[in-house]
Nanobody, 127 residues
Framework: QVQLVESGGGLVQPGGSLRLSCAASGFTVDEYSIAWFRQVPGKEREGVSCISSVDGSTYYADSVKGRFTISRDNAKNTVYLQMNSLKREDTAVYFC????????????????????WGQGTPVTVSS
């Protein structure tokens, strides 16, 4: 049974950093594409970043490029999202999602392409 558990969210001041974790069970993270999405109440879910299966290609939303880094630790079966230089507009609930399929630059940010989702972890950027 595929399961994803996010952690690491919290309250941080603008300019600060957080590292989100997505612990996987029921599969190995290097065989799946893993992505981070975020959602603010009343707004559409937004793809933040993805690390694809097969070749480990990484993708980022323009709004987070240069500030966020996605990585995976195969030994811990966990995917991370390092978030630096956080802005108020990064405030959201962050979800990780997984799918066996390979993701591409044109597909990674579509939530319908992921069969498995975690429960989310909230991130609040505020002074």
């Amino acid at each position: 049974q595929v399961q994803l558990v996010e952690s690491g969210g919290g309250l941080v001041q603008p300019g600060g950093s957080l590292r989100l974790s997505c612990a996987a069970s029921g599969f190995t993270v290097d065989e799946y594409s893993i992505a981070w999405f975020r959602q603010v109440p009343g707004k559409e879910r937004e793809g933040v970043s993805c690390i694809s299966s097969v070749d480990g290609s990484t993708y980022y939303a323009d709004s987070v490029k240069g500030r966020f880094t996605i990585s995976r630790d195969n030994a811990k079966n966990t995917v991370y999202l390092q978030m630096n230089s956080l802005k108020r507009e990064d405030t959201a609930v962050y979800f990780c999602a997984a799918d066996r399929g390979r993701m591409w630059s044109t597909s990674w940010f579509h939530g319908v392409n992921y069969a498995n989702w975690g429960q989310g972890t909230p991130v609040t950027v505020s002074s």
